[in-house]
């Protein structure tokens, strides 16, 4: 575990400043601040395991119970039935018993609060003079992970900024130590130890944040290096912001617009969205960037003409009104889900490093590939639910929508994201022939899920719920409630906090 390893790394690191030639006074401010940066973190108090090193410094404190000054902490700890730690207002306190005598252990304060980034660059300046490489790439690794994750920041003199770190000596000093040991990542090291990656510095489009990796994980470059990294990168970022909405709308837009779909006005930057009626079903194609991903996320939609009756109300522009809801990519054929355009992450790459040519050729492919919607997901989708949907029984359709096929995998031919909207259709089709017994067997086991769950969702409660209380009370011309899917579920769940 990653806390047993920061526990064992500031135990060395306090043995190694006890060793070391450090002044006195020095040694215990490093080794206070080293016991202040363990409490940072879910760690158990080892002074201990290091007592006499810690007494030897001044820095922990042992007292006789009966001498000790807090009145509080001399009552508790005279009166104790055993041995172990005391609550004390003024930090953690331990109780031994060292034959008949009663010994009060704890910390002394620091005469002074000694910076993180000081901190780690006068510890890991003792590994590197020590020869201590396992030491070194250990501390170096619990700086740099939590810089990323936040735990240190500015207050500690560690910025999350490439110009704030460039500024700090002592970072300096630390990146110099780096580049001249060379950074080797230890095999299996702990989580919080770990050298991270270049590509864990999280979000694309947080250019901060990525070069303020390679600060760290690239000791050798140079601050203008890093500067002019950070500046072709922010050009990308905004090139594409400019040029992709005229790119989107010469290249995509305009074939879409002559296969019938017409645009929808999107408020939000970056992201497009298109409709188009056919046989009374409104189809749905929308699309928006995520520049953190480098992926131009397409996803499809339908409003079925059988629920939209069902429901009593005609097709809106709006998603969260659909009936189905999927990404694109898996419909678009298995050679283009399987080639470099589509990405990690589902998306259709859209490199902000690209020419602006090959941008419109990857937007050109696209645009080529979206026809085969037509027949792989709408019209097929509006065929299965006009009837043959409807022939296999609603609990294989539970089952696999709950538990996937062989491969693990929910087939896309399930259709529907929610169990209980998958119930719920099959409810009005028995209804719309007039099955009421079936109808009604159904909705017993929506009332049956209900109650089983220990925090109904806000569609649940506002959608679900009021439909089977009017069920109960003979009710049964009251329209089909909303489908359930996540984009439905943000959207009432957005209007339910506000």
């Given at each position: 575990?990653?806390?047993?390893?920061?526990?064992?790394?500031?135990?060395?690191?306090?043995?190694?400043?006890?060793?070391?030639?450090?002044?006195?006074?020095?040694?215990?401010?490093?080794?206070?601040?080293?016991?202040?940066?363990?409490?940072?973190y879910d760690t158990n108090l080892t002074w201990l395991r290091m007592h006499s090193v810690l007494l030897r410094h001044g820095v922990l404190l042992r007292t006789r119970a009966?001498?000790?000054?807090?009145?509080?902490?001399?009552?508790?700890?005279?009166?104790?039935?055993?041995?172990?730690?005391?609550?004390?207002?003024?930090?953690?306190?331990?109780?031994?018993?060292?034959?008949?005598?009663?010994?009060?252990?704890?910390?002394?304060?620091?005469?002074?609060?000694?910076?993180?980034?000081?901190?780690?660059?006068?510890?890991?300046?003792?590994?590197?003079?020590?020869?201590?490489?396992?030491?070194?790439?250990?501390?170096?690794?619990?700086?740099?992970?939590?810089?990323?994750?936040?735990?240190?920041?500015?207050?500690?003199?560690?910025?999350?900024?490439?110009?704030?770190?460039?500024?700090?000596?002592?970072?300096?000093?630390?990146?110099?130590?780096?580049?001249?040991?060379?950074?080797?990542?230890?095999?299996?090291?702990?989580?919080?130890?770990?050298?991270?990656?270049?590509?864990?510095?999280?979000?694309?489009?947080?250019?901060?944040?990525?070069?303020?990796?390679?600060?760290?994980?690239?000791?050798?470059?140079?601050?203008?290096?890093?500067?002019?990294?950070?500046?072709?990168?922010?050009?990308?970022?905004?090139?594409?912001?400019?040029?992709?909405?005229?790119?989107?709308?010469?290249?995509?837009?305009?074939?879409?617009?002559?296969?019938?779909?017409?645009?929808?006005?999107?408020?939000?930057?970056?992201?497009?969205?298109?409709?188009?009626?056919?046989?009374?079903?409104?189809?749905?194609?929308?699309?928006?960037?995520?520049?953190?991903?480098?992926?131009?996320?397409?996803?499809?939609?339908?409003?079925?003409?059988?629920?939209?009756?069902?429901?009593?109300?005609?097709?809106?522009?709006?998603?969260?009104?659909?009936?189905?809801?999927?990404?694109?990519?898996?419909?678009?054929?298995?050679?283009?889900?399987?080639?470099?355009?589509?990405?990690?992450?589902?998306?259709?790459?859209?490199?902000?490093?690209?020419?602006?040519?090959?941008?419109?050729?990857?937007?050109?492919?696209?645009?080529?590939?979206?026809?085969?919607?037509?027949?792989?997901?709408?019209?097929?989708?509006?065929?299965?639910?006009?009837?043959?949907?409807?022939?296999?029984?609603?609990?294989?359709?539970?089952?696999?929508?709950?538990?996937?096929?062989?491969?693990?995998?929910?087939?896309?031919?399930?259709?529907?994201?929610?169990?209980?909207?998958?119930?719920?259709?099959?409810?009005?089709?028995?209804?719309?022939?007039?099955?009421?017994?079936?109808?009604?067997?159904?909705?017993?086991?929506?009332?049956?899920?209900?109650?089983?769950?220990?925090?109904?969702?806000?569609?649940?409660?506002?959608?679900?719920?009021?439909?089977?209380?009017?069920?109960?009370?003979?009710?049964?011309?009251?329209?089909?409630?909303?489908?359930?899917?996540?984009?439905?579920?943000?959207?009432?769940?957005?209007?339910?906090?506000?």
């Amino acid at each position: 575990m990653s806390q047993h390893a920061i526990e064992e790394l500031i135990e060395r690191c306090i043995h190694l400043v006890d060793a070391s030639a450090v002044e006195r006074s020095r040694k215990a401010a490093l080794i206070h601040a080293l016991l202040r940066l363990q409490a940072r973190y879910d760690t158990n108090l080892t002074w201990l395991r290091m007592h006499s090193v810690l007494l030897r410094h001044g820095v922990l404190l042992r007292t006789r119970a009966e001498d000790v000054g807090d009145t509080a902490l001399r009552a508790h700890a005279l009166s104790a039935e055993a041995p172990g730690w005391l609550d004390h207002a003024h930090g953690p306190a331990y109780l031994a018993w060292e034959g008949d005598t009663r010994v009060v252990y704890r910390l002394t304060e620091p005469g002074t609060d000694m910076p993180l980034a000081e901190l780690f660059y006068q510890v890991l300046t003792l590994a590197d003079q020590s020869g201590d490489a396992s030491l070194f790439v250990d501390g170096y690794g619990l700086l740099v992970n939590g810089w990323l994750d936040e735990t240190f920041d500015a207050n500690d003199g560690i910025a999350a900024t490439l110009d704030g770190l460039l500024a700090s000596d002592a970072l300096q000093g630390i990146r110099a130590l780096a580049a001249r040991q060379g950074l080797k990542r230890r095999r299996n090291a702990p989580e919080d130890l770990a050298l991270p990656r270049l590509d864990d510095g999280g979000a694309a489009d947080d250019i901060e944040r990525a070069i303020g990796l390679r600060f760290f994980l690239q000791p050798k470059r140079t601050s203008a290096a890093l500067r002019a990294a950070r500046d072709k990168a922010r050009h990308r970022q905004a090139r594409v912001y400019a040029v992709l909405p005229q790119l989107i709308d010469r290249h995509l837009g305009a074939s879409l617009r002559a296969a019938g779909w017409s645009p929808v006005a999107v408020a939000v930057p970056l992201q497009w969205h298109w409709i188009r009626d056919v046989d009374g079903n409104r189809q749905h194609l929308w699309a928006s960037y995520d520049a953190s991903l480098g992926e131009l996320m397409v996803q499809v939609g339908l409003q079925h003409a059988r629920l939209l009756a069902w429901q009593q109300r005609t097709a809106t522009t709006h998603l969260h009104d659909l009936h189905v809801v999927d990404g694109a990519a898996r419909f678009l054929g298995e050679d283009i889900l399987h080639s470099a355009d589509i990405g990690n992450y589902g998306g259709w790459v859209v490199n902000p490093a690209s020419s602006d040519a090959t941008l419109e050729a990857g937007l050109d492919r696209l645009a080529a590939a979206l026809p085969t919607l037509d027949a792989s997901y709408f019209g097929r989708i509006a065929t299965q639910l006009a009837g043959p949907w409807f022939e296999r029984p609603a609990d294989t359709w539970l089952q696999l929508l709950e538990t996937g096929d062989d491969t693990g995998a929910v087939p896309p031919t399930v259709v529907f994201a929610s169990p209980d909207s998958l119930l719920l259709a099959f409810v009005f089709f028995h209804l719309e022939r007039g099955h009421t017994t079936h109808a009604d067997a159904l909705v017993e086991q929506l009332r049956a899920r209900l109650a089983a769950r220990p925090r109904p969702s806000v569609w649940h409660r506002h959608a679900l719920a009021p439909f089977l209380q009017q069920w109960e009370q003979g009710a049964r011309s009251m329209p089909m409630p909303a489908v359930l899917h996540p984009l439905l579920l943000a959207h009432l769940r957005a209007n339910d906090s506000a």
